[in-house]
């Protein structure tokens, strides 16, 4: 049974820093590409961050490029999202993902495996 389980959410000021975690379990973690979405209320989900299985290749959304930065650790089968100079408009649904070795383009057709999710909340 494959687990994807994120941490690290909470409420954070205007400008403030989080670092989201995602442990996986049961599954070969290096088969896959990692990455996050997330989803705001009334919106759709969209992709924020992708990594490569060998961490070569990243893929940001333009809106965080610059202020997250995607990193993961083969050897612990976890991915990292590193969000600094946060704004209101990041506060979403922050879900870890697991989708196809071959590609970072991740969309939400393509994925394999979705966490539950953890709720970012930024602050004015």
């Known amino acids: 049974q494959v687990q994807l389980v994120e941490s690290g959410g909470g409420l954070v000021q205007d400008g403030g820093s989080l670092r989201l975690s995602c442990q996986a379990s049961?599954?070969?973690?290096?088969?896959?590409?990692m990455g996050w979405f997330r989803q705001a209320p009334g919106q759709g989900r969209e992709l924020v961050a992708a990594i490569s299985w060998h961490s070569t290749t990243t893929r940001y959304s333009p809106s965080v490029k610059g202020r997250f930065a995607i990193s993961r650790d083969n050897a612990l089968n976890t991915v990292y999202l590193q969000m600094n100079r946060l704004k209101p408009e990041d506060t979403a649904i922050y879900y870890c993902?697991?989708?196809?070795?071959?590609?970072?383009?991740?969309?939400?057709?393509?994925?394999?495996?979705w966490g539950q999710g953890t709720q970012v909340t930024v602050s004015s």
């Open positions: 993902v697991a989708g196809p070795r071959s590609t970072v383009v991740l969309t939400t057709t393509n994925i394999d495996y």
């Open positions: 049961g599954l070969t973690f290096s088969d896959y590409t």
